[in-house]
């Protein structure tokens, strides 16, 4: 952990909290700083939960500016602070750590960042319906009391959840009419204003019939969901989880920096982040990386080894690496370098052969279009030699390595080339793959 943080120059920013390999926000920050020239900012992440943020925070040095926090840390960074802003108390929750004079200021961008998405669509609305009984669901009751909402439904999978969030707002905004309901019953409201801060496919939309109003929905992956099809089909309009989160973000970065964020660079990082990259994934002498290099030429997108963005980013090389940090440490530098690659710019992206072994790197790749370079052991082991740059090599039998990586290879694949051809062949079996999948 320490390394990890110590190895960020400059002037340091980070998002922290638990899983963090999907996080958007080191995409949208970075473009910001280098949309401004602020070559000297660097923004990072880190797998963080909530007894471990005191200890973290604690051993920051004086160049961090600022922190991110997603889940589960937004109640815990308040206990962290020096100070807390007002809106972040009410809300009983933060995103944002901001570094001042007096130490480290607990704020809540989520809050202003959902009034920001919803305000160009607002209609003067009275009553809205939340789904869900979050995080997210307490700063909604926050944004639409800003947007002048009066009355609220709160819909959620558990009565008690939904009961309990109702007695929180009941405290936080006392001038909402509040009443709580069972989830499924949401489309038999008549609130105009619908904001859903489920994961996609939890809320049931296929009940909904003609309907005038507005629908916000979290999610921001896999656009759009079933519910806001089923919601734009219906008449409503929609908005998704983008919108807040470029907002949120710019939010933060003008908290960190001072400056006024570059939203349109912001966005475009965003949109990239969220583009489907073509990863290839098998075993050592696949061909990954001559394959890989002939397919990006094909698809005119940039070829990316995931072992050498690891060698350039850390400054040392895989066998240095292993060396010193052994291979749980190795995997996770490489974890979070996979975890860049896959919300940075369009690529192919070219994993080693070990990578699936990282349950947070299977994870991942969901939404990616992931092939398997296919090679059967004894052309494998025909192909590999004794070569320093392995480091598994020299503690492993192949055979049985081979066996044993098989199944996260198949379970995470969308596409099985047969690798035993030339590259050329092989990358071209790959590109028409892929454009069916299309």
Excluded at 262 to 273: D, G, K, T
Excluded at 416 to 423: E, G, I, K, R, Y
């Amino acid at each position: 952990m320490r390394r990890g943080c110590d190895s960020i120059r400059g002037v340091k920013a980070a998002v922290l909290g638990s899983p963090i390999a999907h996080s958007l926000s080191p995409a949208l920050h970075r473009a910001g700083y280098a949309a401004l020239g602020l070559t000297d900012w660097s923004y990072g992440r880190f797998e963080l939960v909530a007894d471990q943020l005191p200890d973290f925070v604690a051993g920051l040095d004086a160049e961090w500016r600022g922190l991110s926090l997603t889940m589960p840390l937004k109640t815990a960074c308040l206990d962290v602070a020096d100070e807390v802003t007002p809106l972040a108390a009410r809300a009983g929750a933060g995103n944002t750590l901001v570094r001042t004079a007096a130490g480290w200021l607990a704020d809540n961008t989520d809050i202003p960042g959902l009034v920001a998405a919803l305000r160009p669509a607002w209609k003067g609305w009275q009553c809205a319906a939340i789904l869900g009984a979050g995080a997210t669901a307490r700063s909604s009751v926050l944004a639409l009391e800003a947007l002048g909402v009066t009355e609220v439904g709160l819909y959620a999978r558990r009565q008690a959840s939904a009961a309990e969030l109702a007695a929180w707002a009941a405290q936080a905004a006392p001038g909402l009419r509040i009443t709580a309901h069972e989830l499924g019953s949401w489309t038999d409201g008549d609130e105009p204003v619908v904001i859903s801060t489920l994961p996609a496919g939890v809320a049931e939309g296929s009940r909904l019939g003609p309907r005038q109003g507005l629908l916000f929905d979290a999610v921001y992956a896999g656009w759009p969901t079933p519910l806001a099809r089923a919601a734009a089909a219906s008449g409503m309009e929609v908005i998704g989880g983008i919108e807040l989160l470029i907002a949120q973000a710019a939010l933060q970065f003008k908290l960190f920096t001072s400056q006024t964020p570059p939203e349109l660079a912001m966005r475009a990082a965003a949109a990239a982040a969220l583009s489907a990259k073509v990863v290839l994934v098998g075993f050592m002498g696949a061909g990954k990386t001559t394959v890989g290099r002939l397919l990006a030429q094909r698809l005119g997108m940039d070829f990316v080894d995931a072992d050498e963005a690891i060698i350039a980013s850390d400054g040392r090389s895989i066998p240095e690496i292993f060396a010193a940090v052994g291979e749980p440490g190795f995997r996770a530098i490489e974890a979070a370098t996979i975890a860049d690659l896959l919300t940075a710019a369009p690529a192919v992206i070219a994993l080693g052969g070990g990578a699936l072994g990282t349950e947070a790197v299977r994870k991942s790749l969901a939404g990616h279009q992931v092939v398997l370079l296919d090679l059967p052991l004894v052309e494998a082991l025909a192909r590999v030699g004794a070569d320093d740059g392995r480091p598994m090599l020299a503690r492993a039998d192949l055979a049985q390595l081979y066996a044993d990586r098989q199944p996260a290879y198949r379970d995470a694949a969308t596409i099985v080339a047969d690798a035993t051809a030339s590259p050329e062949a092989v990358a071209q079996q790959v590109r028409a793959a892929l454009r069916v999948q299309r």
